[in-house]
């Protein structure tokens, strides 16, 4: 699964990544807290509503998003309610019962992975990556080296898919037959998963002479092209998010 | 704006593992604002030269360096970055290593950006040197979307941006159309007047070198000539020709490129109406018109029929529009076209490695659509591009006979035959490759490296041997090499489908063309 | 400057070393995105507790990293990089605990290899780092999912699954493929080869 950053100007996208990172992990943390499957499910539709109206997520992107998150969350939910130990019995089937605590619990669990996953495909779907970037070295001083290394991992991702085409390519060319059986597939994945990374590793000086051809790593700073300006009611409303989770906290 | 002074003195270089020295006591003094032009025949050393120049060998490549390399008095290899990246901008010759951001407009805003420059003038310097090399309406698109020429036009760009005093330009004319290399010609002399020093690489004595004020001819790692191109062309055309740098006398050429086995019955089949073929523009006449008369026993039968192809990437803009093409057994085809305009595109379609519409490509009369790329591999030898997207074995040995076994470990594979064995020892001379088998195919220059990715499909016999851009950036010796291995195909009876930006060297020995 | 001292300085990191980070970190996510079908079929299967057993595979990254690179601060970069890059291309746990997981990654492998003072590469060692890696995460996970209320055998039996799977398919597999990899001569400029 490979969730992109899709261009927009929806109220999430004109957030900056920062205030926006702090509010998905206060979500977390409020998430983390509930301990109540109902408290959850508000949570979970709360959270749906934000991605929807403020991210401007299409339904069909949020019902992928939760068909996805359902193939994991469910072997969890099977799991705990059979496990988890509880006074007030609600079904009985031979010697497997399943008892109202158990549900609740495996409840809160699954509904609390939709939440963190949900909440984080809105966030990457609403985040440009290399903004990300820049922001971590303007505002959180990462030496921009090293953030960058995090566009360049970026840049590799569809790059090395590529590479794993050229290599399909080259060897069906060469009369090679796609394997049979599952003895010969995993050797035959074996090899292509080694060819990826020998090409990947030549590549690495390459690039990194090319770059640093190119200036990179000059000066401890450099200037970006593209300049974000910070809606100042990102933070604030940051700010207020955070206190009103710390309140969360000390309350429950 | 003051231009880079060059000087280098007892310059050797020796790569890790290796035993010969790859250049030799160099020793040259480049004066600011010249214009200059280094040529030499692949694996002379040229690209490994350049490297010196802006210190990426030994500084990031490893290797020893002997002598001295000063920029404007600094050494690069031990400088630090900022006044080596002021002071010279580097294109390296395979496009694909340099280009390290993936966005077209983010690769050409890279060096600025690592320099400090203010994003105004960023913004300026981008839209500036995209518009020199034309890209400027592809400014937001991936780089893997992009041909190989325009690709390589991004590389040019991104080192453009930069400005720096002194450019060095890695054969970026390689892959480049006849009106794209005009422009870089164009480009050179305005860098010139600004007052920047400018040295160009390349494999033969071309547009670029006549018009240098100095041209520095390499062999085997040491200057063998230099001065005034015309003066050289004087004097030396000779030598040059010897070298490889000039195109022979058209009467010696079939001789040369045999090497030193005499090719028998050299003329080919067609030679009758080798002047007969004139190019067709794509969507027009069939390309059999040439074929009326002379061709053989099997005129009425072509080996591929392209016919009102039309293809466009998913998500992407129309690459081919109705394209018409016959391909008979032995023809030997030329498909030209401007950077971009679909000849890779066709060739892969024609393989298998994309999709094609059905009914619109057959072979040997049956549509082509349902068959598996490794049984269309068991007719068709492709020939990527980029000759690194082929390697698949460790060493030049085992990437040429790698079809043979299809990548079984030596242990089990059955011993070659005497002819298998012979076929290949006489592709290797051909190739002039025979000294360096035990090397790494990513090792080799880039001549080499193309040479070997031709001559490992030419292992197997096939009814068609399609080539991209075979001779690209290759000096005329080599290119000669090529041609002589195509010849001998064709008399084994092969077609030949050859993707070109250099049809003038090669028509001569051509059937027909197509042209998109 | 005296390249010992140098080499014991936190951070202190090539251009080439921070690509090739960054590049261990992409394979891991297109990995990632690869095994995925495998951990579907896994969680039909066996639930939670088959899945922990690919647990060390997501880990081996940011160790052969360190097992090539060999300075001080490498697991801090890569893991860094790597919970990012998981972070913006969409994990099934969510984007909080793609960080929270590399930072007890990191904690726990500079820790180590702290006190081994970056000059022990043994299998051994790398089998210990791998092991070790998983508890601290584990212990957040079991916090921020709510794996607590299981019952404790449940728990035991995921956390042990899943030291073992840090063992061998992290600490084992790393020094496999990092001697593998010297072999090829692409690694020359890191200190994997220098130092053998
Ligand atoms: N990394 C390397 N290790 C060992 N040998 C190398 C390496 N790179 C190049 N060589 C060898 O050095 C020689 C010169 O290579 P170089 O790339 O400089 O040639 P070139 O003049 O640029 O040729 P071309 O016109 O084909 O690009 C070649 O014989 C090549 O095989
Ligand atoms: N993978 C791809 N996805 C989308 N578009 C592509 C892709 N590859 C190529 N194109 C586009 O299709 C067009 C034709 O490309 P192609 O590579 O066939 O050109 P070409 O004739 O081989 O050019 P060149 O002489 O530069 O090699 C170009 O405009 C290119 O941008
Ligand atoms: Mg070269
Ligand atoms: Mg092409």
Redesign the pocket.
């Known amino acids: 699964m490979l969730i992109q950053y899709e261009k927009g100007s929806s109220l999430l996208h004109r957030y900056d990544p920062l205030s926006k990172l702090v509010i998905l992990f206060c979500t977390a943390v409020i998430a983390m807290l509930l301990d109540q499957a109902w408290q959850q499910a508000v949570f979970l539709l709360l959270c749906i509503g934000q991605a929807r109206y403020a991210g401007h997520m299409s339904g069909r992107q949020l019902l992928g998003g939760i068909r996805l998150i359902a193939i994991v969350a469910v072997p969890y939910f099977i799991l705990t309610s059979l496990t988890v130990q509880g006074e007030t019995v609600w079904l009985q089937w031979g010697s497997v019962s399943v008892t109202i605590e158990a549900l609740n619990a495996a409840g809160a669990m699954t509904l609390r992975m939709f939440t963190l996953f949900l909440t984080s495909m809105a966030y990457i779907i609403t985040t440009d990556p290399r903004e990300l970037v820049a922001e971590l070295t303007r505002r959180l001083r990462v030496p921009y080296r090293f953030a960058f290394g995090i566009s360049a991992a970026l840049t590799f991702i569809p790059l090395l898919e590529e590479e794993g085409n050229h290599i399909l390519d080259a060897q069906q060319v060469r009369g090679h037959r796609p394997p049979k059986g599952l003895g010969s597939r995993i050797s035959y994945g074996l090899k292509f998963v080694s060819a990826v990374l020998l090409n990947a590793l030549r590549r690495v000086q390459q690039t990194a002479g090319a770059m640093e051809s190119k200036g990179f790593g000059a000066y401890p700073d450099r200037t970006y092209r593209t300049e974000v300006n910070i809606p100042s009611w990102a933070a604030v409303s940051a700010v207020i998010y955070v206190l009103a989770t710390v309140w969360l906290w000390w309350i429950v | 704006m003051s231009g880079t002074t060059i000087t280098c003195r007892k310059l050797g270089f020796l790569?890790d593992g290796?035993e010969q020295p790859?250049i030799q006591n160099i020793n040259l003094e480049i004066a600011r604002n010249q214009r200059v032009a280094i040529i030499?025949a692949?694996?002379?050393?040229?690209?490994?030269l350049c490297q010196l120049l802006c210190g990426l060998l030994p500084r990031s490549g490893g290797g020893t360096r002997e002598g001295e390399v000063l920029l404007d008095g600094i050494d690069p290899a031990a400088a630090p970055i900022a006044s080596i990246a002021e002071a010279v901008g580097v294109l390296f010759?395979d496009p694909d290593a340099q280009l390290v951001q993936g966005i077209v407009e983010d690769e050409a805003a890279f060096g600025p950006e690592n320099m400090r420059v203010s994003p105004a003038e960023i913004e300026e310097r981008v839209a500036q040197s995209l518009a020199a090399v034309g890209l400027l309406d592809r400014r937001l698109d991936p780089v893997r979307r992009l041909s190989g020429g325009q690709r390589q036009r991004t590389a040019i760009a991104a080192v453009l941006a930069l400005r720096p005093r002194l450019y060095v330009f890695d054969?970026a004319c390689a892959s480049l159309d006849a009106a794209a290399q005009a422009n870089f010609l164009q480009l050179c002399f305005t860098l010139q007047t600004e007052g920047r020093t400018l040295i160009t690489a390349s494999?033969r004595f071309d547009d670029a070198a006549r018009a240098a004020q100095r041209v520095i001819v390499l062999d085997g790692g040491t200057v063998v000539l230099d001065g005034p191109p015309e003066e050289l062309l004087r004097c030396c055309g000779e030598q040059l020709a010897q070298l490889g740098l000039l195109p022979r006398p058209p009467g010696e050429a079939a001789g040369a490129a045999a090497g030193d086995k005499p090719v028998p019955a050299a003329t080919p089949p067609h030679s009758a109406e080798r002047h007969a073929g004139k190019p067709i523009a794509a969507g027009s006449v069939p390309a059999a018109a040439p074929h009326a008369e002379g061709a053989r026993e099997s005129a009425a039968s072509p080996l591929l029929e392209v016919d009102s192809l039309t293809f466009a990437y998913p998500g992407g803009r129309e690459a081919l529009h109705g394209i018409h093409a016959k391909i008979y057994p032995g023809d030997w085809v030329l498909l030209t076209g401007e950077n971009g305009s679909g000849k890779t595109t066709l060739s892969r379609l024609i393989m298998g490695l994309l999709p094609a519409p059905a009914g619109s490509i057959r072979w040997q009369g049956e549509d082509i659509k349902g068959m598996a790329v490794y049984r269309r591999a068991e007719q068709i030898g492709y020939v990527f591009q980029q000759p690194e997207y082929m390697f698949t074995a460790p060493n030049v040995w085992e990437e040429l006979i790698y079809s043979l076994h299809g990548g079984v470990p030596v242990k089990k594979r059955r011993e070659l035959s005497a002819a298998e064995q012979e076929r290949a020892g006489f592709l290797l001379e051909k190739a002039g490759l025979t000294d360096r088998l035990h090397?790494s195919p990513y090792?080799?220059?880039?001549?080499?490296k193309r040479l070997l990715s031709v001559i490992s499909q030419l292992m197997l016999p096939r009814a068609l041997y399609i080539l991209d851009e075979p001779t690209s950036?290759m000096d005329y010796a080599a290119i000669d090499r090529v041609i002589g291995l195509c010849q001998h195909m064709l008399e084994e009876g092969s077609a030949i489908l050859m993707i070109t930006h250099d049809p003038e060297l090669i028509k001569e020995h051509a059937t027909s063309f197509i042209h998109l | 400057m005296n390249s010992s001292s140098f080499q014991k300085k936190w951070f202190a990191f090539t251009t080439q070393e921070i690509i090739l980070m960054a590049m261990l970190a992409a394979v891991n996510a297109v990995l990632t995105i690869y095994i995925g079908p495998v951990n579907k079929l896994l969680n039909s299967l066996g639930g939670p507790i088959a899945t922990s057993t690919t647990t060390g595979i997501y880990m081996i990254y940011g160790l052969l990293a360190y097992y090539i690179i060999r300075k001080p601060g490498t697991a801090v970069v890569t893991f860094a990089i790597g919970g990012t890059i998981q972070a913006l291309t969409g994990t099934v746990y969510g984007i909080p605990s793609c960080f929270v997981a590399a930072a007890c990654y990191m904690i726990v492998a500079e820790t180590i290899f702290a006190i081994f003072r970056y000059q022990k590469w043994s299998a051994g060692v790398l089998m210990l780092v791998g092991g070790a890696m998983v508890p601290l995460w584990f212990l957040f996970a079991a916090n921020m999912f709510g794996y607590t209320s299981w019952p404790l055998e449940v728990l035991g039996i995921a956390l042990v699954v899943r030291i073992l799977s840090g063992v061998l398919l992290c600490g084992l597999v790393t020094k496999v493929l990092g001697e593998a990899l010297v072999k090829t001569g692409l690694l020359r400029r890191f200190a994997a080869s220098t130092k053998g």
């Open positions: 790569y290796e790859v030499g692949s694996g002379s050393g040229k690209s490994t010759q054969d494999g090397m090792l080799l220059s880039q001549g080499e950036g």
